[in-house]
């Protein structure tokens, strides 16, 4: 997984994640870390292997490690993380050497993260938001009185 290092070594994924864990110190609602980026991946994979959808490891880990980028731009402008993580995923797709159509295709997912898709064209963009929110236990949280997610989209049990 050289190209993948290369994300997690690249100035501007550091950076990202750096804001994101400094506004995130006290923060009492879901994470947007390195674990949480990773509990995405694994679970991702997971559902690309359960569907049969033979999507490729490498760019599943690459999407989640980029994923939540964006929060790093909405937390000082307030502008929505989605949008604001496409650029910066684009950009360090294309530095670690990605080719442009996997960097289109997964900036397309993170782009798009925010709401539920059945996307034939691009599946990345299907696994990306089911496993986002697989990956939060709601069951298990001191926050959820006050925590924004609906009812009907929170893990109320272990699901699998
Ligand atoms: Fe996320």
Do not use: F
């Not at 989605?82 to 397309?108: F, K, N, W």
């Not at 299907?126 to 986002?132: H, I, M, N, P, S």
């Not at 926050?143 to 272990?158: L, M, P």
């Amino acid at each position: 997984m050289e190209r993948l290092e290369r994300i997690r070594r690249h100035q501007l994924y550091k950076e990202c994640m750096d804001v994101i864990d400094r506004a995130e110190i006290d923060r009492i609602y879901c994470l947007h870390n390195l674990e949480h980026s990773l509990d995405v991946a694994r679970i991702a994979y997971i559902l690309s292997l359960e569907q049969g959808l033979s999507l490729n490891k490498e760019l599943i880990y690459a999407m989640a490690l980029l994923h939540d980028l964006g929060r790093s731009v909405q937390y000082r402008t307030g502008e929505n993380h989605h949008q604001a993580g496409g650029p910066i995923a684009r950009q360090i797709l294309m530095d670690c050497g990605y080719s442009e159509e996997e960097t289109r295709m997964l900036v397309e997912a993170v782009i798009a993260h925010q709401a539920p898709a059945e996307d034939k064209e691009n599946p990345y963009r299907t696994v990306l938001y089911r496993a986002d929110k697989l990956s939060r236990n709601c069951y298990h949280c001191q926050a959820s009185d006050t925590c924004y997610w609906k009812d009907a989209e929170r893990n109320h049990e272990v699901r699998y």
